[in-house]
């Protein structure tokens, strides 16, 4: 943002020759329906497995639920002028499947189609690329309530719904990906259970895995037969796994991990199929059954782009007797076939996630992807970080997001400079939300929500964002 009132936080920018990034690089930042639309029961939504879960009893921290959330659905257009004032050149939003096809199945709700119309159109009006993700975990209760990801129908489901998106929003939208991060909607919501809809089950976890990628597929087909203009994509959240030790016993453990978390899904989705040792350590929890012939074609239909979503890295060893489980993302539900692996902390700076801060690990990923699987364009769709913000005397000045955004960005732009055709970065997240099991307790915004008076204020982390936009790049340090 220009106001002279306000410069950018620190002087980063002002030191020293430039890192830029080349012409044409999609700066943008991300957002999702559940956390931010709010509106849960207007314009004929109905509700997702979202809305159950945060309504349940235990589920997310302190009773939060999405119902209101940033009222994005009724601040739409404001929120978009706010995009622009901070030079945003794309916004990456999610579609809100219930909004527009009420139950998950059967017509669409014009209502709910409209509103997104309406906000491509703001976007376009403001120069901005809509950037449109179908499905960020919001699935309709009664396709949960008919069997959810581990039930084979829904995969068709899933392209039914893209196709009748498509339809609707296809001459405004050019940048699609598919699903946000399938390893979540699998290994947290089937397998740990700490995501909607909540079961514990790791051999549904790998079926919802596989019907999420063949409904991926079967949308990537849809969409490319009703638009073949559109630039398709999916969405996965990679961790570089390294282990403790050179010890075989602790590699061991960093390659489970790896199947678990990147290969189960780059592997069907780029290679088209599936990696022989992550069936192997599987064998006790599927017998992978549930793949039939001509899933893994469908499954690695191709695509124009890969979207990445980065956080951290996996540090992991061999388990030692009587080691006690960790919580969360290292449950041992959320790894079948690997429950007894430790997840290691190092020590390191961590994030107010727990998360450990490890910026080259943006770039380590990005090469693999490149160097392992594919020569498309990748964009990173996600990377953030929530830390305890206060607002003084009415400004939230962010340093620690500021500089893990600045750090990232420096191992994107090593990437591109080794060779990966990085196209793109959106931050996550535009402005605070509903951070799913953790409520609002978690904040990841470059925009500060005050969810009394829903008041938006810019961070520092915004009004630096807005200045690397606008020099298309960093100061080299
Ligand atoms: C990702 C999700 C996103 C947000 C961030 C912090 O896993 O895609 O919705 O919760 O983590």
Known sequence: MSNPDHPPAVGVLDQGPELIFPPGFLWGAATAAYQIEGA????????????????????????????????????????????????????????????????????????????????????????????????????????????????????????????????????????????????????????????????????????????????????????????????LGITVNLYPVTPASDAPADVDAARRIDALANRFFLDPVLRGSYPTDLAADLREVTDFGHVRDGDLAVISTPLDLVGVNYYSRHVVAAPVEGAEPEPYWRAPSCWPGSEDVRFVTRGVPVTDMDWEIDAPGLTETLRRVHDEYTDLPLYVTENGSAFVDAVIDGQVDDVDRLAYFDAHLRAAHEAINAGVPLRGYFAWSLMDNFEWAWGYTKRFGMVWIDYDSQARIPKSSARWYAEVIRRNGLAAQ
């Not at 404001?78 to 139950?103: C, H, I, N, T």
């Open 40 to 231: 849960a029961t207007e314009g004929g939504r109905t509700p997702s497995i979202w809305d159950t879960f945060s309504h349940t009893e235990g589920r997310v921290v302190a009773g939060h639920t999405g119902d209101v959330a940033c009222d994005h659905y009724h601040r739409m257009p404001s929120d978009v002028r706010l995009m622009a004032e901070l030079g945003l050149k794309s916004y990456r939003f999610s579609v809100s499947w219930p909004r527009v096809q009420p139950g998950g199945s059967g017509p669409a709700n014009a209502e709910g189609l409209d509103f997104y119309r309406r906000l491509a159109d703001e976007l376009l009006g403001h120069g901005i690329e809509p950037w449109l993700t179908l499905y960020h975990w919001d699935l309709p209760q009664p396709l949960e309530d008919a069997g959810g990801w581990p039930a084979r129908d829904t995969a068709g489901r899933f392209a039914d719904y893209a196709e009748l998106v498509a339809d609707a929003l296809g001459d405004r939208v050019r940048y699609w990906t598919t699903l946000n991060e399938p390893w979540c909607s699998a290994f947290l919501g089937y397998g740990s259970g700490v995501h909607a809809p909540g079961r514990s089950d790791g051999a549904d976890a790998v079926r919802a895995g596989h019907h999420l990628m063949l409904g991926h597929g079967l949308a990537v087909q849809a969409l490319r037969a009703s638009r073949p203009h559109a630039q």
